[in-house]
């Protein structure tokens, strides 16, 4: 059978990373507005739930904010659980397997001045860039990298 979603969106709030099971697998769940693809006035929007596990988490939350794109790729999972009165709730949600980054590097670096007014988290620009420069130059190889789903790591172990 085939479970394979792509997504594009923008991240709805912001980010946080944390440990999970055992073992303290890093976590960050996130919410994509994905545009239903009609243009114009009344333009609509599905929310959709990510998770990211690892270095991928530890990269969205380090290098992404509230309103940037990402591209998702990765597969589709229900949850389910049972309340403390006793209500069975599900959801389905998007294990990610690969994450990248839309925005350019010049859009994130304006909104990064605003916020902070040139302080120290502010990023400088690299000689030679300019608008629709390369995407996200000086970002480590390896903080966009694919990461196999394997087994969720909030499962109770029997």
Known sequence: MINSVVLVGRIVYDLELERVGAKGTLKCGVRLAVDRGKKG??????????????KTAENLVKYMRKGSTIGVTGELRS???QTEGGERRSKLEVWANQVRFMDTRTAAERDKARENAGGPGAMPAAAGEGEGASV?????????????????PEAKEE
């Open 79 to 81: 949850h389910s659980w």
């Open 41 to 54: 006035p009344g333009q609509q929007a599905d929310f959709i739930e990510v998770v990211c596990w690892g």
């Open 136 to 152: 996200w130059p000086g970002v480590p190889e390896d903080a966009i990298a694919e990461e196999p789903l394997g087994e969720d």
